[in-house]
Nanobody, 123 residues
Framework: QVRLVESGGDSVQAGGSLRLSCAAS????????MAWFRQVPGKEREGVAY???????????DSVKGRFTVSQNNARYTLSPMYLQMDNLKPEDTAMYYC?????????????WGQGTQVTVSS
């Protein structure tokens, strides 16, 4: 089992910045990819950013490219916190943001989830 805890959500004005954090514990050696997802009530969950354990694979949703940066500085046997630096925030970025982890980088394999942290961007 892997436990994920997010933090950093807040209310900001458009154009502002936030940094989300996700700390993992438990069977973290089994984790190969981590990701940030977001969801607005009544809409499908959206994958925002993905990163592999080695950092060799990073992918962003088109809607956040150039504004969001995912990072993680892992040691060989340690899974460090994952971060999502969000700059130039827009009202449409308002959502609950979830951290997720998986044993692979297949987007359908994410089976460990945090409880979410709310990001609200006002115009």
């Amino acid at each position: 089992q892997v436990r994920l805890v997010e933090s950093g959500g807040d209310s900001v004005q458009a154009g502002g910045s936030l940094r989300l954090s996700c700390a993992a514990s438990g069977d973290t050696l089994s984790v190969y990819c981590m990701a940030w997802f977001r969801q607005v009530p009544g809409k499908e969950r959206e994958g925002v950013a993905y990163i592999s354990r080695t950092g060799g694979y990073i992918e962003y949703a088109d809607s956040v490219k150039g504004r969001f940066t995912v990072s993680q500085n892992n040691a060989r046997y340690t899974l460090s916190p994952m971060y999502l630096q969000m700059d130039n925030l827009k009202p449409e970025d308002t959502a609950m943001y979830y951290c997720a982890a998986a044993r692979t980088c297949n987007k359908r394999d994410y089976n460990y989830w945090g409880q979410g942290t709310q990001v609200t961007v006002s115009s």
